[in-house]
C-alpha cells in the first residue's frame, strides 16, 4: 500500500534540485529542464572567492513549493553546509532528482541523504586526473556504487568516460554543454576594431597549473598586444590582465579583438570563452589533440600543431591576413553543434528517460 506521502508525490509537480549555479551554463541548462515540463531550484546563495566566481548565476522564479519549505531551501548553504535533518525530509518529499556539481559536500549530501535519482555534472579535469580519484579523495565511491543504480555521472563530452574506472563507465550519460541563448543573440558580430590577441588564464596567483599557462603565454605571446581574462584570486600586477569583467565588457572584447588564442592542450577540458568566440565570430586559434580539436572531427585551419605555428598563425591575424581570417571562420563552425540547444535537450532527454523521468 502506498503512503500519503508517496500518492501525492505521484500527482505532484515534478520537480529538480539543481546544485550548479554557474552563471553561464544555468541560463542554458535550467530552461530546458523547464521546457521538459521540470519545476528547477537552485541555491540562493553561494560561496564567495575566486573559486566559487563562475557559481554566481540566480534563478528567480514562482516556486509550487510550500512557503515554510521553499524558505528552508532558499536559507541552507548548499556548497559548504551538510543537510539536516529536516531538509533531507524535504528534499526528498518534493524533488525527483538531484542534478549536482562535482563539489565535495553537495555531491556526497545527496549521495548520503537523497533516495532518487543523482546526475553528477562533469565538465572533464586536466590529465592525467580522473573523477575516480577525486571521489576517491571524498570519500564517496562506496556510496557512488552503492547507488549505482540511480547515479548518473552526467559528462559535458563523451570522452571524459574513457579513462575513468568502471564504476563510472557504466552509469555515465553525455548531456553537452548548452549556450545560453543570449549569447547565440550575439552570432556573428565580430567587427574586429582592435589588434589584441585575447586569452583566457583565471586564478594565475592562486593555481600552479594556471600560472604555468600563463607564464606560457607571456613567454610565447608577449611581445604582442595581448588582453587576458579570466577570473583572479588576487589583482595582478600585469596590465595585460583584466580579470573578471562584465558580460557587457567581454562580448566587446570578443567583437573587436584580433584573435581568440586558446592554447590549452587537453584533451577532456574545455572553458567556455573559445566557443563564446566562435559565435562571435572571431577567428580562434586552438591545439592539436585539444578538446576543440577533438570536437573538430578534422584539422581546420585555426588548429596549431606547437606553440611556434599558433604564434605564427596569431601573427598573420593581427597583420590583417584575410586569407586565414576568412578560412578559420569559415570552418570553425563545425565545432558548435554539441553546444546548441536542441542537441543538449535530446540528451536530457534519454538522460532522464533512464531514470523514468520523461
Known amino acids: 500500500m502506498l503512503s500519503w506521502t508517496k500518492f501525492f508525490s505521484i500527482f505532484r509537480r515534478r520537480r529538480i534540485l539543481w546544485i550548479l549555479n554557474h552563471k553561464t551554463l544555468l541560463p542554458a541548462e535550467v530552461p530546458i529542464l523547464e521546457s521538459l515540463g521540470f ?34 531551501l532558499k536559507g541552507h548553504s548548499f556548497y559548504t553546509d551538510p543537510w539536516p535533518s529536516d531538509l533531507i525530509q524535504i528534499i526528498n518529499d518534493k524533488f525527483d532528482l538531484v542534478v549536482t556539481a562535482v563539489i565535495d559536500i553537495p555531491l556526497t549530501q545527496a549521495l548520503k541523504h537523497f533516495n532518487g535519482p543523482i546526475i553528477a555534472r562533469v565538465f572533464g579535469r586536466e590529465a592525467p586526473l580522473t573523477y575516480a580519484e577525486l571521489f576517491q579523495h571524498y570519500g564517496c565511491t562506496d556510496l557512488i556504487k552503492h547507488a549505482s543504480t540511480r547515479f548518473m555521472l552526467g559528462q559535458a563530452y563523451s570522452n571524459i568516460d574513457c579513462i575513468e574506472e568502471d564504476f563510472l563507465k557504466e552509469g555515465a550519460s553525455t548531456i553537452g554543454c548548452g549556450v545560453p541563448r543570449f549569447i547565440w543573440d550575439k552570432q556573428n558580430t565580430w567587427t574586429r576594431r582592435r589588434d589584441d590577441l585575447l586569452f583566457i588564464c583565471p586564478r594565475i596567483e592562486s593555481s600552479p597549473y594556471y600560472r604555468e599557462k600563463y607564464d606560457i603565454i607571456k613567454s610565447t605571446f608577449g611581445s604582442a598586444v595581448h588582453t587576458i581574462i579570466g577570473a583572479q584570486a588576487t589583482r595582478s600586477d600585469d596590465p595585460s590582465v583584466v580579470g573578471f569583467i562584465s558580460d557587457d565588457e567581454l562580448f566587446s572584447l570578443y567583437a573587436s579583438s584580433a584573435a581568440f588564442v586558446y592554447i590549452s592542450a587537453e584533451e577532456r577540458h574545455l572553458h567556455y570563452s573559445p566557443i563564446e568566440a566562435i559565435i562571435i565570430g572571431m577567428p580562434v586559434l586552438y591545439m592539436r589533440g585539444s578538446m576543440l580539436a577533438m570536437l573538430a572531427g578534422t584539422e581546420l585551419p585555426g588548429e596549431c600543431h606547437s606553440l611556434d605555428s599558433m604564434r605564427e598563425k596569431a601573427d598573420r591575424l593581427v597583420r590583417g591576413d584575410e586569407s586565414l581570417q576568412k578560412a578559420i571562420i569559415a570552418g570553425q563552425g563545425r565545432i558548435l553543434p554539441p553546444f546548441t540547444e536542441d542537441v543538449v535537450k535530446g540528451q536530457w532527454k534519454a538522460a532522464l528517460a533512464r531514470f523514468n523521468l520523461i
Not at 537552485?42 to 521553499?70: M, V
Open 39 to 72: 519545476e528547477v531550484f537552485t541555491p540562493a546563495t553561494t560561496p564567495s572567492g575566486a573559486e566559487f566566481s563562475s557559481a554566481t548565476g540566480r534563478h528567480e522564479k514562482p516556486s509550487t513549493i510550500p512557503a515554510k519549505s521553499h524558505s528552508k
